[in-house]
Structure formats: structure tokens, C-alpha cells
């Protein structure tokens, strides 16, 4: 069965900047559409981006619009998560999630989930 596998989290100083990447193995990403969520201590796992099979629609929560770029690369069987400007608030373990058609915000959408990637940013 495929799974998808975070990479790229790391301890950065405020400003700095991160590349995610989310891997597939075992499937074809390109049939899916693949969303960020982040889950920082004692708070529940929000909404970070999402993007289509194409990569031709993208969607950003308010609160890293202008900081964060999604994008894809299906021949690479990856979906990556571009972080700059980071904020102490952009602490968080980072997961991505995958479904053949679902590309909102909800976490119940995505059925296919990976194990995370911790983001530590200090001020």
C-alpha cells in the first residue's frame, strides 16, 4: 500500500526559509490532490494549502498567504511546501494529505496521510 513521507522540517531563526516535500511511494501522485496541514502544541491540525492534480489551482489559509507556495512535480511523485518569512506562530509538526478529487480545507477530506515533519521557528 503506497504512504506519503514529509520531509525538509527543521530549526530555523525567524525570517529564514523551509522547502517541504511530500512523497509518494507506491502510488501515483498525479491522481491526487494533495494538501497541507499543520498541528502546533496543545492546538488541533489546521488548514495550511492545497493543491490540484495539475497544480493548475492552489488555495492558502489566510494566515501564510504570501509567505508559502505550493507546488508539484509529477514526475518526481512530489508535492512541495515553499516557507518563507517563517514566524515563531509557523511552529508546528507539518503533515500532507492526499485524495483522488477533495482539494478544501477539511481535514476529514483527505484520506491518505503522512507522518509529519516538525518546523521549529525561534524568534
Known amino acids: 500500500q503506497g504512504q506519503l513521507v514529509e520531509s525538509g522540517g527543521g530549526l530555523v531563526q525567524a525570517g529564514d526559509s523551509l522547502r517541504l516535500s511530500c512523497a509518494a511511494s507506491?502510488?501515483?501522485?498525479?491522481?491526487?490532490?494533495v494538501g497541507w496541514f499543520r498541528q502546533a502544541p496543545g492546538k488541533e491540525r489546521e488548514f495550511v494549502s492545497a493543491?490540484?492534480?495539475?497544480?493548475?489551482?492552489?488555495a492558502y489559509a489566510h494566515s501564510v498567504k504570501d509567505r508559502f507556495t505550493i507546488s508539484r512535480d509529477n514526475a518526481k511523485n512530489t508535492v512541495y511546501l515553499q516557507t518563507d518569512s517563517l514566524k515563531p506562530e509557523d511552529t508546528a509538526v507539518y503533515y500532507c494529505?492526499?485524495?483522488?478529487?477533495?482539494?478544501?480545507?477539511?481535514?476529514?477530506?483527505?484520506?491518505?496521510w503522512g507522518q509529519g515533519t516538525q518546523v521549529t521557528v525561534s524568534s
Open positions: 493543491v490540484s492534480r495539475n497544480g493548475a489551482d492552489t
Open positions: 494529505a492526499a485524495h483522488p478529487y477533495y482539494s478544501g480545507t477539511l481535514l476529514q477530506g483527505y484520506n491518505i
Open positions: 507506491g502510488r501515483a501522485l498525479s491522481s491526487y490532490t
